[in-house]
């Protein structure tokens, strides 16, 4: 039995492997949580600090309460599936204090085992108080013995307070069949939205993305770093748009690796509302360089082992 279960009853060996690919959990984890099972709660705990309640307005899903001044502190809230012809739609809102430094680490995993679709749709708005830092991490990852399909469909919304940061890193690491991902910044007076997306499909895997960094005050920052892999028939749309209403900075960078007979379009957008503004974007779409695989098969790999390594350096 996995240390995880010896904690939580309701949690078994499948979760447990879930919840480590997902939200690198071992055992129970230390400070607030939140895990849900299926459509419900496997288990919760608060802490002085970190308050985690059911939400009363008739939606499923929780209401998070970081107390002023909490730093140091982690709040894991993973969602696990293992059902066949479910659907999931989940509405968390995140409410963070002043003067906070703290790390929230979410993320999905399915294991689907029969023929039908198993779903997560998960709607997350962040309200970050004035001078706090978040620390966002979200993984996805699906997996199954049977022909199903594994659909995950996150929204993100985040209203950043004057001074407030927050570093969102999201992946997408394997087995998601189809995605449609949406992510909101609004950003007040000096405060910074930092974005890192990475993202993987294979066969014939869809993922569309679609992102607004809203700079709506003075010296705001939103920097967005997007890479991604598409294989076999798989297909990927991203599509990031900076505003900048004020004197601000945004940047965005999309890089893609292409392989087989994958589709891929980066279509990053500027809105510049503001002669101050200043708006930039990079994007460039290629295979693996044939010089970076000669010189790993000449250190001994093969042609496969050699593209995996130039892979997983790229999405690292």
């Known amino acids: 039995m996995s240390e995880l279960n010896k904690e939580i009853s309701a949690i078994d060996e499948v979760d447990a492997e879930l919840l480590e690919k997902i939200a690198d959990m071992l055992g129970k984890p230390v400070g607030a949580f939140n895990i849900r099972?299926?459509?419900?709660?496997?288990?919760?705990?608060?802490?002085?600090?970190?308050?985690?309640?059911?939400?009363?307005?008739?939606?499923?899903?929780?209401d998070i309460h970081i107390l002023p001044g909490t730093k140091g502190e982690t709040c894991h809230i993973p969602v696990v599936m293992t059902k066949t012809d479910m659907t999931d739609a989940v509405y968390n809102d995140f409410y963070v204090g002043e003067n906070c430094d703290v790390t929230i680490v979410a993320g999905c995993g399915i294991h689907n085992g029969g023929c039908g679709t198993t779903e997560h749709d998960g709607v997350h708005t962040f309200h970050i108080g004035k001078n706090s830092r978040v620390h966002y991490i979200e993984k996805h990852y699906g997996e199954g013995d049977g022909n199903g399909k594994n659909v995950m469909n996150p929204q993100t919304v985040v209203y950043l307070d004057e001074g407030a940061v927050m570093h969102m890193d999201t992946a997408q690491i394997a087995g998601i069949d189809s995605t449609k991902r949406y992510t909101r910044f609004e950003c007040a007076?000096?405060?910074?939205?930092?974005?890192?997306?990475?993202?993987?499909?294979h066969g014939c895997q869809t993922a569309h993305?679609?992102?607004?960094?809203?700079?709506?005050?003075?010296?705001?920052?939103?920097?967005?770093?997007?890479?991604?892999?598409?294989?076999g028939t798989s297909s990927q749309v991203f599509h990031p748009n900076l505003v900048g209403n004020s004197a601000c900075f945004g940047h965005v960078q999309c890089d893609s690796i292409i392989m087989d007979e994958a589709h891929v379009e980066s279509i990053p957008a500027l809105t510049a509302n503001n002669t101050d503004a200043q708006l930039i974007h990079e994007a460039a779409i290629g295979k693996i360089a044939g010089d970076q695989l000669l010189k790993l098969m000449t250190l001994g790999l093969t042609e496969e082992e050699a593209e995996e390594r130039i892979l997983k350096g790229f999405l690292a």
């Open 189 to 201: 007076d000096r405060a910074e939205a930092v974005v890192t997306e990475r993202l993987l499909t």
């Open 37 to 62: 099972k299926n459509g419900g709660c496997a288990a919760r705990e608060s802490t002085e600090h970190i308050k985690i309640d059911p939400r009363t307005d008739g939606h499923e899903g929780i």
């Open 209 to 231: 993305s679609d992102m607004d960094i809203v700079l709506n005050g003075a010296d705001a920052k939103g920097r967005v770093t997007s890479r991604s892999v598409a294989k």
